[in-house]
């Protein structure tokens, strides 16, 4: 699972890109309980989802040219610069050129060589988010993609990530994991796996919630949609892909009891 560890190559940041912030703020409110505080004057409507007081994400208008509403999942890099001139000499594209956030860290915007848009984050004053690994907050990114070793091999070029097969009978699955930690459970974040029919491709950001049925009853109700009803994974638990009333694609994760 993500942790606030946030080492060389794992999540330490997700945002969300919305035509209709108001929109937004109603719907996320509505299905895990959060609440949205603008950053203030200059930040172009920029702002952050907390829960319980902690930040559990951030929103802002879309920006880029023909942008659609998504999520947008941030992987921390010691130099910014520097990983996004490897992205763009390994078949990668620099959509957003490093820039600086203030003092609270460097950002750039950039897709890999099979379609899936990410970022990067060098940590500032601002390490990445305030709560990740338990309820309704991140919990896991997932890249579907329809080259998952191309992806893999770039991906590693950038992060150095360990990897893993995910150990689900039937199912091609990569799991991915820091190159710090000397637990590969511990330190694994996130999985690589193929094309759906009924996803994006690009990387998916999971949200750990208590109950899946309930929470996906209340997309519905909250006026977004179901992509992949909640399913069992075996050692994993039950997930479900849906979408927001602007179509941004997200998944949940009731995760399996331990043992």
């Known amino acids: 699972m993500v942790s606030t560890d946030f080492r060389i190559g794992s999540p330490n940041w997700i945002d969300l890109g919305s035509p ?19 950053s203030g004057p200059g930040a172009d409507g920029y702002g952050f989802f907390r829960s319980k007081g902690r930040t559990v994400a951030a929103a802002g208008p879309l920006t880029e040219a023909e942008a659609l509403p998504s999520w947008t999942v941030y992987f921390r890099t010691a130099d910014a610069d520097t990983t996004a001139a490897a992205v763009g000499q390994s078949g990668g594209t ?8 203030g003092e609270e860290g460097r950002f750039a915007q ?33 890249l579907h993609t329809p080259d998952a070793a191309g992806a893999l091999r770039f991906y590693q070029g950038l992060f150095d990530w360990r990897a893993r097969d995910g150990g689900v009978p039937g199912v091609e699955y990569t799991v991915l994991s820091t190159a710090e930690g000397e637990d590969l459970v511990e330190s694994s ?14 990387w998916l950001v999971h949200f750990a919630v208590a109950d899946a049925l309930l929470t996906t009853d209340q997309v519905r109700t ?5 992509l992949v009803p909640p399913e069992r994974v075996p050692t994993v638990g039950r997930i ?4 927001d009333p602007f179509g941004a694609q997200f998944a949940i994760l009731e995760p399996e009891p331990r043992r």
């Not at 974040?189 to 491709?201: D, I, Q, S, T």
């Not at 909250?222 to 179901?226: E, K, M, N, R």
Request: aromatic content about 10%; some cysteine; hydrophobic content about 45%.
């Open 110 to 142: 950039l897709t890999d060589p099979t379609g899936g848009d990410f970022a990067v984050w060098q940590a500032g004053r601002t390490p990445g988010l305030e709560a990740v690994g338990e309820t309704d907050a991140l919990c896991w990114a997932e």
């Open 189 to 202: 974040f996130g999985g690589v796996a193929g094309v759906h029919p009924r996803v994006n491709v690009g």
């Open 222 to 226: 909250a006026g977004g949609s179901i």
């Open 20 to 38: 209709d912030l108001a929109e937004s703020e109603l719907f996320y409110g509505s299905v895990f309980g959060w609440a949205f505080e603008p």
């Open 94 to 101: 620099v959509r957003v050129p490093p820039s600086d956030v």
């Open 240 to 243: 479900a892909v849906l979408a």
